[in-house]
């Protein structure tokens, strides 16, 4: 409810968001009016359950996944200010990937089940995954690194329908 | 100081004896109408009154903030992303076409730019999603002088706090006891009225008196909130044997169309007040009260209302299929039941006007009694009501097509977002059922039907 927006979101606090995340005034009202919607226990943290109350988010496939992106390490409980970094344009290639991780035949493989669900045998996953690695991995080391990554992306040239784009 | 105290008791009677005086003129000022169902226009001077004072306060809000060299905030009416509303399978394919894939034909085919696509998609939903802010009120582009609908607060200057402060001791201490006393004397006469025809023999001049005095006692309270209603197209109100279904807001939605025609109702029976006034008004007139334990009984249910509408005499049934409070700035999904029986439906669109005072009932945050105590010192409950021309199912469509049909005519006609997710997502999460649909939508793209590729 926004009514209770400028009382609860501190002015420090705002200018905080503003220079951490790409968001304007009014866009960071709105995300907080959205964030204490979904604060069902009105403590000022989301935690996993909290999330799950977005029907739109839990039908899509990778949906659990990106909510752990929210969490920082060891952590259950999500503040605004996080949230926000998380949601945050520019950052919508670092998913939980660290600049010095490798996405191994392993988590991919994860991914796609998440995916596909229980519609894709092992052996088609498994086949999707061989090929998909194979495809990116220029250093041939069985893994994709996010240099490899970010490469793979910008040869697809996608950059643009990949992000999320706002109104006005 | 024995000297002061005849005087006071002078001015005390005194002031007693005219405000009682104003008080009744003013009952009976609104009552008689209401009784003879005629209008004086005192409402929409009211109404126009307070939009010109709410601009005004609006503008120097504004004022006040550029002052401070801030920004006033300004509510966003379709949320903050901007959606296509494309199928999963067509936006992947536009990802797909767009970069230099090596697979120009339709192969089933994994990129890993589709992982991009589900992390933004999913991260939109987070954002902003259809369904998370239906459930609460909607948001007004100027300020209504209520604090409840204030988000800029900060940038109340003196004189609007003052102008703040008179509509609190208008609306608290004139309009609210006003209020209750008409609600009071509606109910009232609406129970005392019905079990009095109910004592009549059947007949037309049973059915006539009936129908007046649930017109009379819906019509008083009506302005007990001072609902200020626009009717459309009235020539195809419901008819008996019909069904009439308008998307829902709060209890009021039954005031508003109970006092412009005659229905039968439907719900279930509760206890206190309610109770004593479904048992009178049923005395009178052949409304549809389910137990308890009945409503769970999906066939009961289903053959009470088939029974209720083949009978041509009996009045045509309101019903809401959303089966909840939605906070009107969308439909959600219809309960397909209403639309099994078989009978003509009557769509009629309700659109609330929240500047005056917003009529959704969040039922998860207020109880009934602080939900009518908010309406009744708002300003006035505005709204317009469009009776739609009647529909019935066709041939090739089932009940769940015809449902959706029906819930689109009245969301295009009300200006409303049509929406597919059920209102019962207020309460409870949603299936897996729609999640295993888009895996497999999803998988079908991968993995396609060529059984050869997994093995290279």
């Known amino acids: 409810n926004v009514t209770r927006v400028s009382l609860l979101l501190r002015h420090s606090q705002m200018t905080e968001i503003k220079m951490e995340t790409c968001f304007s005034h009014n866009q960071i009202i709105y995300l907080y009016s959205q964030f204490t919607s979904l604060d069902k226990g009105e403590n000022g943290t989301l935690s996993w359950e909290d999330f799950q109350w977005i029907p739109e988010l839990v039908i899509k496939s990778l949906g659990d996944w990106l909510i752990s992106a929210f969490f920082q390490e060891g952590k259950d409980q999500a503040g605004f200010r996080e949230s926000a970094k998380s949601t945050n344009c520019t950052l919508l290639f670092d998913y939980g990937l660290d600049k010095n991780d490798k996405i191994f035949h392993n988590e991919l493989f994860q991914v796609l089940r998440m995916m596909a669900g229980v519609n894709v045998t092992d052996e088609q996953l498994g086949g999707i995954t061989d090929r998909t690695i194979q495809e990116a991995d220029l250093e041939r080391d069985g893994a994709i690194s996010f240099e490899e990554f970010v490469e793979a992306l910008e040869k697809a040239d996608v950059k643009q329908k990949v992000s999320i784009s706002f109104l006005e | ?456």
């Open chain 2, 1 to 456: 100081m024995f000297l002061l105290l005849p005087f006071d008791s002078l001015i005390v009677n005194l002031l007693g004896i005219s405000l009682t005086v104003l008080f009744t003129l003013l009952l009976v000022f609104i009552i008689v109408p209401a009784v003879f169902g005629v209008s004086f226009g005192i409402r929409k001077l009211y109404m126009k009154t307070l939009l010109k004072i709410f601009a005004w306060a609006t503008l120097r809000m504004e004022r006040g903030a550029k002052e401070k060299n801030h920004q006033l905030y300004k509510p966003y009416t379709n949320g903050i992303i901007a959606k296509d509303p494309t199928s999963l399978e067509e936006e992947i394919k536009e990802i797909r076409r767009s970069g230099s894939s090596k697979a120009l034909d339709n192969t089933p085919e994994f990129e890993l730019s589709d992982i991009f696509y589900f992390c933004r998609k999913g991260m939109e939903t987070i954002m902003d999603d259809e369904v998370t802010k239906r459930f609460s009120a909607e948001e007004l582009e100027s300020w209504n002088l209520l604090s409840r609908t204030n988000y800029n607060f900060q940038y109340i200057s003196l004189r609007l706090t003052v102008l703040w402060g008179l509509g609190v001791l208008i609306r608290y201490c004139l309009l609210l006891p006003l209020r209750i006393a008409l609600a009071f004397t509606g109910i009232s006469l609406l129970v005392v009225g019905t079990t009095m025809v109910g004592y009549l023999p059947n007949g037309r001049f049973k059915e006539f008196l009936s129908k007046h005095v649930h017109l009379m006692c819906y019509r008083i309270c009506v302005r007990a909130l001072t609902a200020i209603i626009t009717y459309h197209d009235r020539k195809n109100r419901p008819r008996n044997g019909g069904i009439c279904v308008a998307n829902h807001t709060s209890p009021i939605d039954v005031i508003i169309l109970a006092s412009d025609g005659y229905y039968a109702m439907v719900g279930q029976v509760h206890g206190g007040l309610m109770g004593v006034i479904q048992r009178a008004m049923v005395k009178a007139c052949p409304h549809v009260w389910f137990e308890r334990s009945e409503v769970k009984d999906r066939h009961l249910v289903a053959k009470r209302l088939t029974e209720h509408v083949q009978d041509k005499s009996k009045l045509p049934i309101l019903i809401f299929p959303e089966g909840t409070c939605i906070n009107n700035t969308s439909v959600m999904m219809f309960k397909k039941g209403s639309f099994e029986i078989g009978a003509t439906v009557y769509p009629v669109a309700i659109k609330y006007d929240p500047q005056f005072g917003d009529a959704f009932w969040n039922s998860s945050k207020y109880g009934m009694v602080t939900y009518l105590l908010r309406m009744m010192t708002s300003w006035a409950i505005v709204c317009s009501v469009w009776y739609l021309p009647p529909m019935t199912r066709q041939a090739e469509e089932d009940a769940v097509q015809f449902a959706n049909r029906v819930k689109s005519a009245i969301a295009r006609q009300g200006g409303l977002v049509d929406l597919l997710w059920d209102g019962g997502l207020k309460r409870e999460k949603v299936k897996d059922t729609f999640k295993e649909e888009q895996q497999k939508l999803y998988s079908k793209m991968i993995v396609g039907n060529h059984e050869d590729r997994s093995r290279s």
